[in-house]
DNA sequence: TATTAATTAGTACCAGGTGCTAAAAATAGT
DNA sequence: ACTATTTTTAGCACCTGGTACTAATTAATA
């Protein structure tokens, strides 16, 4: 075996992703969702340096969203369903009322860059990811209520280049289209 | 003796207005504020329905710290510093932590997306607008504690089709670039 | 197969509580 | 002064969601 199994390093990414868009979440809870004891939570947490539950809330509770996190590419937006580091992944957005433009309840468009770019971010294999460059096309109007499905595939690498493409869909529809250029900014992670 | 002493009612008052202002302190804390002890403030607790602090700091963290966190809920993201409905507009953004990447401290790009995306959007005189292309480029990573200032220009109109450009500026160094294809979508807004 | 990595299990301990019972102290009322 | 009542303390078992540590077990592989 080497240095660290993908599973682990896989799920050390998802955790850290899970931890950002819901604090909440106990180790209990945790060890559900991956299926693994609540001991194996802790030692991907201390791995992590991710506090426990109670320092979590305390962090949220004082308006500082994230304290120290290391291997997390920050919050995802979406949740997110598959994650094949390295070559694809992906996540759901709910659309709820806050997201839409008042008037005509139709997603904002940042929301969707925004689940797409953290997307193609997370699939890359490294500690952290910035995007470079990006062309986005906006194909139909999506509306309150509805869910998106966003899917990233790295299309191409060199060196610490990346180029990802993200198509979202509702019901099947593509209702957007990006490629992105993602340079990873740190080494590859091996916890 | 009356039914309740005023001593007790006037520590019960106090009580909840220290809980009121601070939602951190413990029972422990308390009990040396009020130099009584900590069961107490126990019943104080009680008589009065406060939670205990675990939950307060739920109840805070719940409030403002939303669990799920995606982008602002308001319209504009950033503040606006001056708009020239159907010419130009400007506005500011102050990066904080938890806009950032966590470990390196640099403004996630979906934020300077959000910040230009919506002020292209607001410079159109319509009541809602919406983008169908942008074409997107992060020049140079921008760290917490910075202000970002984004100008938008409306470049040209036919119809309902705006196009739109925004260079976002930190400390005159263009960070971002961005050409945006908005359209109307509702009648004009008589300003 | 021996080695290394990864996971699980178990123990003792902690903070910050709940919920209960009981005793002690303070404060009247007559 | 004695009694009745209120108020405060104390002690105990138990809870959640952990930390910190040791040891055993279960893969995975060179």
Redesign the interface.
Known sequence: MSRESASKIERLRCLAMYLD????LTDEDLAQIFNVSVQTIRLDRAVLKIPEH?QR??N??M????????L????I?GELLDLDVGRNGTSILDVTP??T????R?L????L??QA??LAVAVINA??A?????????KQ?VYCGEKVLAKAVIKSNKGNKYMVKVVSYVKGEVVFQAKFIVFA??EEVPQ
Chains 1, 2 share one sequence.
Do not use: Q, Y
Request: net charge positive.
């Open positions: 868009s819901d604090p909440f109670r809330l305390k949220v509770a308006g500082m969203g994230a304290p120290l996190r290391t997390s590419g920050g919050e937006v806050e997201m433009l008042s008037k005509i139709v904002r468009g940042h929301h860059f925004a770019n953290s500690e952290a910035l995007t470079g460059i990006a062309r986005v096309s906006f109007p900014i740190a």
